[in-house]
């Protein structure tokens, strides 16, 4: 049973950064990958980032490579999203998730409430 809460979604102008975070809590096992997924209105939800708990292997979406960061801070169980250069195409409520895969987070994961992320042109 895990529990996984977002934050630090809000407005920021294109070029900004902002900083999302996600609060782990119950069982959140090492064999579990993390990882952060968006949907916009009209669209389809889509991967963004993933990481393990020991920050070893990590995966990006094509379109967020060179801009998007994600990390752990494995002694507070915090997943972390740092989004720099946004554009208005961000724009999306980006969702932490939990699964023993990518593929397995969208049909057996945990997942958080989400956090509206908007950017303006």
């Known amino acids: 049973q895990v529990q996984l809460v977002e934050s630090g979604g809000g407005l920021v102008h294109t070029g900004g950064s902002l900083r999302l975070s996600c609060a782990a809590s119950g069982r959140t096992f090492s064999t579990y990958v993390m990882g952060w997924f968006r949907q916009a209105p009209g669209k389809e939800r889509e991967f963004v980032a993933a990481i393990n708990w020991s920050g070893a292997i990590t995966k990006y979406a094509d379109n967020v490579k060179g801009r998007f960061t994600i990390s752990t801070d494995n002694a507070k169980n915090t997943l972390f999203l740092q989004m720099n250069s946004l554009k208005p195409e961000d724009t999306a409520v980006y969702y932490c998730?939990?699964?023993?895969?990518?593929?397995?987070?969208?049909?057996?994961?945990?997942w958080g409430q989400g956090t509206q992320v908007t950017v303006s042109s």
């Open positions: 998730a939990a699964g023993a895969s990518i593929a397995a987070m969208t049909t057996r994961g945990y």
